[in-house]
């Protein structure tokens, strides 16, 4: 089994991964640990020096190489599915699970914790803000073809499979 976590940045895919890979005995990958790993520098600066379409380029390659791996749970950037046909790539190799927020949520998440995120690390609060809604609605099309979608607001780690699972039953997705 291969399980894919997308969403907007800040919805948890990271925190709920992880656990959920311990709990189910599968391994964790998270993306952009993987491409801050393999070219040995932070997103951030990455973006400083290359831009964001080199990045997207080789965030492209690192999903290619990651959906080889079995019996994982791999957490992806948020903007990972949004590019080139990563989205298709990914429902073609696993389960996908969209971490669904809504906007004033992300807000909220976000404005403490921009600083590490290159893309809104230099917006004020207004400037966050219409971004967050602006490329939300632009994303939502793509995250939207996840297989199960599931509201990211309270998520209970501890039964955060079961949840998953009724969750795909009442989207009637079969999970196994
Ligand atoms: C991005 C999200 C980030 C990271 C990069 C770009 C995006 O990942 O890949 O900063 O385009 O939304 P997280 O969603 O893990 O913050």
Redesign the pocket.
């Known amino acids: 089994m291969r399980l894919f976590l997308i969403g907007?940045?800040?919805s948890g895919?990271?925190t709920v991964g992880r656990q959920l890979a311990r709990k189910l005995n599968m391994e964790f990958i998270d993306i952009?640990s993987a491409f801050e790993e393999k070219y040995k520098i932070s997103?951030s600066d990455f973006f400083e020096k290359f831009g964001e379409n080199k990045f997207r380029e080789l965030?492209r390659n690192i999903l290619i190489e990651i959906i080889k791996i079995d019996n994982a749970i791999i957490s992806t950037?948020?903007?990972?599915p949004c590019f080139y046909d990563n989205m298709q790539l990914i429902n073609r190799n696993g389960i996908s699970i969209y971490l669904k927020l809504h906007p004033n949520s992300i807000f909220d998440r976000l404005k403490n914790t921009k600083k590490q995120?290159?893309?809104i690390n230099k917006l004020s609060e207004i400037e966050l803000k219409e971004f967050i809604i602006k490329q939300l609605a632009i994303r939502e099309i793509i995250y939207s073809q996840a297989n199960i979608i599931i509201k990211a607001e309270n998520l209970k780690i501890n039964n955060f499979y079961d949840e998953l699972k009724k969750t795909a039953e009442n989207q009637n997705f079969k999970f196994p």
């Open positions: 907007f940045m800040s895919k990271s952009d997103i965030e950037g948020g903007g990972t995120r290159p893309l």
